[in-house]
């Protein structure tokens, strides 16, 4: 059926603007990264990925500070004087006093802490405990008190098993004595554990972002050996997420993977840092699918829009069309009525033309006809001639344009015209930016030899417009980027409308010149690598055919060079020796490779020995199979062996007297035991070994691995290396020893010659060792004292209290940092002038107070003191220093509350057990009693009754909450001597070491 113009117009336009809708679309959503252009998908992708990152790094601040806030609330308990007190004087009123400490933390921060205990650090005895049942009992874990009851381990924080043996984050503190100075460094009296759940943990320092996870998003916590700690949100059913086994310990990133059930998953990995050792793996994942859903939703209403617009489309399309096809059917009847008269000439239609192009072609034959008595021949032949001529031009414009390769026309050295290759490889938007320029200015002003950019191109222009065409290599330049690269330029001459122009064709070929330059360097490299080798290299193929050769030594070959490329080994060597390379080969093309055969030749020289090494090349498809072989000199070596067997007997007297155990044996029946061996094994006699087995003296666990030695020594022949295994003495006393093996002809028959060096001994001793480096490490590592080492002027050391104290929060900050960066400057020359006596004395520096510096400027007061030690195989100075900077705050408010002590207002100091310890002049003369008789006693005793005990317990909750309290007052103190009482008013205050005062 033939359809109308209008209609075909219709559909031509319909598709094509339908095509340009979904082009428009997919370039929206996915984007084209050749041009920069990010789509919607790409960019929603990364917007939720950001999200994640922050939402991982604010779990695990929130993470980190609440352990923090937790580590914190417990000091309340762990340096409490009376519980000190009570575990030191083993009081029984201990569980009540810690009750109601544990009460007073619970009303303060409720369900923090899972369970609460008091441990005695010598025999793990629970003393007290939040659950009664407990005391008594002994603790579950006793290695983890005695690593918590370490000088200076006053506080850890481990992932343990809690109650219920559910995971949970266990932290210990460690309960001591007030010194004479009032801190807590005393005697050791108990262990404060608390516990939290890890689940509620988790769970409470993710509800802030609770509403989150209702898009799909989830929060798993690992521990260092990858086993799921907890999960929030809570999910009951089995784990679907899949812990990439890739990912190294403390990694910190973002990665794509799928999870149990394939789906597309975007995972934020974060690391916890829980204590020294023990680094947990926070994963916050999220699918790909909730994070592009709504982006989705959008792109199918879009797609939906482009259909309906499409459609309208179409219908408008459709009106035009018809409206403009009919001034044709009119002309196509005028046309008809003209062309009629000669019946005789027809334009021949096709059943597929439209019905106007069908009345069209009817009225142009009538017409044609009518034209054909009134024209020549001539000017039939010219219209086709030109028709001919607008095709071909109009094919090589779609030819210049459509080439992938940059083509200008030059006239004069300057440019006419460029396609858009040209265009996109020098970086211009228009033609206009590159026509009538001179072709010089496409480069930089000098070429890479230092010619003149604008003389070497008149110069090849000239050439070309002389010898026809020529071929170059040039630096050009992009206008965009201003950056070169280099060219293969082609200038060809041609003529256009009588006049001479150059065509010239323009291809970038950096990559390619980068390519030939690795393949270069390459190349020189396998070749100085050939050369450096001294053995015989030869390829071969399966069938021993030689393909090529590469030898050091001519005279080491079987043949002249020119006869052995394109031969058969077979051709080349003798018999025995073509068969043991023909062997290598089969060997290597069913295993990949061969080592060991050897094969004699009768060289010029004399007889030569070689030992074969074959390797199987990596060959591509359907390519015959080839192998490198290496043919290795061996002569000297076979000498050797010669020498060796002549002097059996002698070395055979030597291993008699050695004091290496040295045994033989053969079907895993010893054959011979030397003296060293009879002693080493426990035996009477030779005899009583031999009648054994070799794996009687063999522990069973290294059965197995004797068996495939001797199964590689027998099928390879070489010896095997050095290795440890436990022996059994004949009494099934275990010992350990180092053990080679290799194989050797006894009495006609294959045997394994087995050299034995007992090396318990060393091996306690080495324990010994280690174990005493790694008591020293975890007292350094775990020292509360700052301990840096330096040598030559420079730190290479410094422990974790040392960085924390610097202001640092990796060792990598300091360390390579000179020493004197440190140092403040005032101490400079004494430092320098301690490391100098240090040095040249080897003695050790007194401790000295001095400043050093943090990372910040901050300065510190110290207390140092430094020696002289051996450091990775070097002497290096080794310095140990406290911080004292706080001591110092404190000895001047000391000095600064004595003077305030001596006011004109009355003071006096407790205890917190309210015990008075100390009174100043004004409290004796405002209430008359001097110190003998007030100190020591409690203000208890002063009571004036005016006030009941609901009124002393609200003042002293004042003070624990804030540390002070003030008001008005009735006390007996202020009794005159005719014995009446005057109110004052009061200012108690808790003191930083639990001492209260008060002033009236």
Known sequence: ?????????????????????????????????????????????????????????????????????????????????????????????????????????????????????????????????????????????????????????????????????????????????????????????????????????IGESFREESKDYANQETSLLFDPDRKLLARFPAYTGPEKFVFNPQIAAGFEGTLTGKDGSDKDLVEVYRSLQLNGSQVWTLVHYASKEAALGALKENLNALAISALLLTLLSLLLIRWVAHRLTRPLLLLSDTAKQLGVGDLNARAISQASDSRELLTLSDAFNSMADSIQRDHSTLADRIAAGTAELQKSEKRNLIFFDATADAVILLENGAIIDCNPAALRLFGAHHRNEIIARHISDLSPAKQTDGTDSISLANQRVAQAMSEGMIVFECLHLRLDSKKSFIAEVLLSRMEVNGHLIIQGTIRDISERKRIQQAQQRSEAKLQATLDAIPDLLFELGLDGRYQSYHSPRVDLLAAPPQDLIGHLISEVLPEPAASTVMAALQQAHEIGFSTGKQIALNLQHGEKWFELSVARKTRIENEEPSFIVLSRDITERKRIESALQESEERHRALVEWTPEAIIIHSDNKLKYANPAAIHLFGADSEQALLS?????????????????????????????????????????????????????????????????????????????????????????????????????????????????????????????????????????????????????????????????????????????????????????????????????????????AATAFESQEGMFVTDAERTILRINRAFTEITGYPADEIVGKTPRLLKSGVHDDAFYEAMSDSMLRTGTWQGEIWTPWNRRKSGELFPEWTRPSLGGRHRHSADA
Do not use: C
């Open 1 to 201: 059926m033939n359809t109308s113009f209008s209609s075909r117009i219709a559909g031509y336009f319909g598709i094509l603007f339908l095509a340009a809708i979904w082009l428009l679309l997919m370039l929206w959503y996915f984007g084209l990264p050749q041009i920069a252009w990010v789509g919607a998908r790409n960019q929603r992708l990364t917007e939720a990925i950001h999200i994640l990152e922050v939402k991982a790094d604010l779990q695990r601040a929130w993470i980190s500070n609440s352990l923090r806030e937790r580590r914190g609330s417990i000091l309340v308990v762990s340096e409490s004087r009376s519980l000190a007190s009570q575990l030191e004087t083993q009081d029984s009123n201990l569980q009540n006093n810690f009750e109601r400490l544990v009460d007073r933390i619970e009303r303060a921060h409720p369900d923090h802490y899972n369970h609460l205990l008091l441990v005695d650090p010598e025999s793990g005895t629970i003393r007290a405990s939040d659950k009664a049942i407990d005391i008594g009992r002994q603790f579950y874990d006793l290695s983890l008190i005695k690593r918590a009851a370490q000088i200076g381990a006053s506080e850890m924080v481990e992932q343990l098993l809690g109650p219920e043996n559910k995971p949970a984050i266990g932290i210990v503190r460690q309960v001591r004595l007030e010194d004479n100075n009032g801190e807590h460094n005393g005697k050791l009296v108990g262990l404060l554990i608390a516990f939290l759940d890890l689940q509620n943990f």
């Open 692 to 896: 054994r087995s070799v794996l009687d003296l063999l522990h069973p666990d290294f059965h197995e691995m004797a068996y495939v030695r001797a199964q590689s020594i027998s099928k390879h022949g070489s010896s095997t290396a050095m290795t440890e295994e436990v022996l059994l003495k004949l009494d099934g006393t275990p010992l350990i020893a180092e053990v080679q093996s290799t194989s050797i002809t006894y009495d006609g028959k294959l045997a394994f010659h087995t050299f034995i060096h007992d090396i318990t001994k060393r091996k306690r001793t080495l324990a010994a060792l280690q174990e005493s480096e790694e008591r020293h490490r975890v007292l350094v590592e775990w020292s509360p004292e700052g301990i840096n080492v330096h040598r030559d002027g420079r730190l290479i050391y410094v422990n974790p209290a040392a960085i924390k104290m610097l202001g640092a929060t990796r060792a990598e900050e300091l360390v390579g940092r000179p020493i004197l960066d440190i140092i403040h400057p005032d101490f400079h020359h004494i430092v320098l002038s301690r490391i100098k006596n240090i040095k040249e004395n080897h003695t050790v520096a007194n401790m000295m107070e001095m400043k050093f510096l943090q990372l910040d400027g901050q300065a510190i007061d110290v207390e140092a003191q430094g020696t002289s030690i051996i450091f990775d195989g070097a002497e290096a100075v080794y310095v140990a220093w406290n911080d004292i900077s706080e001591r110092k705050k404190n000895e001047q408010a000391l000095r600064i």
